[in-house]
């Protein structure tokens, strides 16, 4: 596994040479597949209860969404099913540096939502209610006080929603850094190594085969963000998912506007631990139209009226690379997850345009501060935008945790917690029975509460 990056460039995290594993276990405990922030805590929390755990990632750890998102933490504005998760995860943040000894950039450094009108500040009301029922310290501060916050912009806001303890961290550098401490924990952790399938034995399973051999075990997860549908149906166990991109950029080192988190119509932006702002134009959702988008619709249907208003339809090579991608395949043979080792879109150059006119209009004193770097990023989601944790019934022994959305970072950890008990079978004190993959089967009404 690669060592600690010493740099600020994000895309070294999917970008630095590969070297595919050798000398793979031949048996554990649990198997995880997938390298992103859901797998890698899980391992964490599994190997210091003493699990002999194998971590498969197919490219890079945080190679995906999880070394590309915006870096928020944060409880506010959150479906109500996923607050206890959340706050044990903040929790887990908090601790975690005294924890595995390396910096991730954690801080409480507060989150906003902004409000352009007093109407839109009554309606952000709803969620401060749902706050004190939980003891969190959202509120609603008027424009005089979210100037202390957020300095100099040349928007004059009504004023925000705003929770002090919600937090920041640096992606390309958190689950990197969780990994090793897994490792030293005592789990094996591999990039380059492809899960191509399951093997069964009477009817439960017996291994997972990966393109460098098999491994013997009798517990699996499938935590393979945005290829978690396309895995499981190629093992007949149906997990609707769709993805949207996300374009985000990296501004140079520049003057202190905010230190902590603030989403705009206009503009999502964060600062850096390097001094920077990470920025996004948070109200732009692009989806590029597949096979699955038509398989799914139905069931997306309320997350794409919730979403109409942000989201951008195209379609393009997307749909003939899914459509020509095979359902099944054997597993002597290299497999999908070989083919696309990192899913690696392009940042949309209009929506860069946008980021910058955005970032100058709001914060003219950064006009002359630099975007030295931009990616993109598939976020994964169900179709009601919270997770889905799981036991497949139909295969005993295999279970999924998949669909954080766009605000999966921040809850990892307390994920990882919640799903390493669910496969230890030990008590965590986190429900994770709103998660059933079973809810989009069984008639039970699909209600998105928090957009993607
Ligand atoms: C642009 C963007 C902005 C976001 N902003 C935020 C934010 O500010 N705050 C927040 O909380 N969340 C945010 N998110 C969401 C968050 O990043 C994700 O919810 C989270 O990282 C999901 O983690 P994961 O481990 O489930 O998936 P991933 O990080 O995608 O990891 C899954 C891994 O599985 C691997 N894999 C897949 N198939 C196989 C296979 N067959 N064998 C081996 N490995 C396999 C993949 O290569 C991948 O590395 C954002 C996401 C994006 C893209």
Redesign the pocket.
Known sequence: MAGQLSDNIVAHTWTQPLVLAENIPTRADIVV???????VTTAWFLAKQGADVVL????HI?????G??????RVQGRDTREIPMMLESLRIWEGLRDEIGEDVGFIRSGSFYTANSAQQLHARESWVQIAKDYDIDTRLIDGTELKQHVRGSAIDWAGAMFTKSDGRAEPHKATPAIARAAQRSGATILPG???RGVETTGGTISAVVTEHGTINTSTVLC?????TSM?CRSIEIDVPQLRVR?T?ARTAPAENVLNGAVYDDRLGIRRREDGGYTVAYGSVLEHPLTPSSFRYFFKFVPALMQEIKNLRLSIGHEFVDEWSTPKSWALDEPSP?EKTR?LNPEPTPSVLRGIRRNLDAMFPQLADTPIVESWA???ESSPDVIPIIDVIDSLPGFHVA?G?????????PGAGKAIAGMLMGKETGIDISEFRLSRFFDGSPIRPQASI
Request: charged letters at 10%; one cysteine or more; a neutral charge.
């Open positions: 597949i997938g390298g992103g922030i859901v797998g498969c990632e197919k490219g945080a190679g995906e969404q999880s590309r998102n915006w870096g928020w933490i190594c492809a899960v935590a393979a963000g945005a290829w895995f996300g985000v997850f990192v990023g598939m976020i998949t954080f959305s766009g605000h999966g970072f921040g809850i990892g």
